[in-house]
């Protein structure tokens, strides 16, 4: 069975860091992209960050950009995301998936990713 489990959220005050883990199993990182994701209440899911295991190459949204880092361990087959300076505004539940396709090089969509975790909630008080 394919599956991501994603952990690592938890409460932390603005300035500060986090790191969350997204452990695969079922399958190996081999020509798809993997996303995080994040939805805050009340707004849609948000793509943020992805990496991709045919050319290694990583994408951020802006508002990430600088303070978050995607991130493989091909050994444990786990998928990392650093988070630095973390702001009020990144308070969500953050979400990990799988684009099984790669239809296209950089995707942040929702609607293209094919398998998800179960999200773990990350909150940063002011």
């Known amino acids: 069975e394919m599956q991501l489990v994603e952990s690592g959220g938890g409460l932390v005050q603005a300035g500060g860091s986090l790191r969350l883990s997204c452990a695969a199993s079922?399958?190996?990182?081999?020509?798809?992209?993997i996303g995080w994701f994040r939805q805050a209440p009340g707004k849609e899911r948000e793509g943020i960050s992805q990496?991709?295991?045919?050319?290694?190459?990583?994408y951020y949204l802006d508002s990430v950009k600088g303070r978050f880092t995607i991130s493989h361990d091909n050994a444990k087959n786990t998928f990392y995301l650093q988070m630095n300076n973390l702001k009020p505004e990144d308070t969500a539940v953050y979400y990990c998936?799988?684009?099984?396709?790669?239809?296209?090089?950089?995707?942040?969509?929702?609607?293209?990713?094919?398998?998800w975790g179960q999200g773990t909630q990350v909150t940063v008080s002011s």
């Open positions: 079922g399958f190996t990182f081999d020509g798809y992209h």
């Open positions: 998936a799988a684009d099984f396709t790669a239809r296209r090089s950089v995707s942040l969509s929702a609607n293209e990713y094919d398998l």
């Open positions: 990496i991709s295991s045919k050319s290694g190459s990583t």
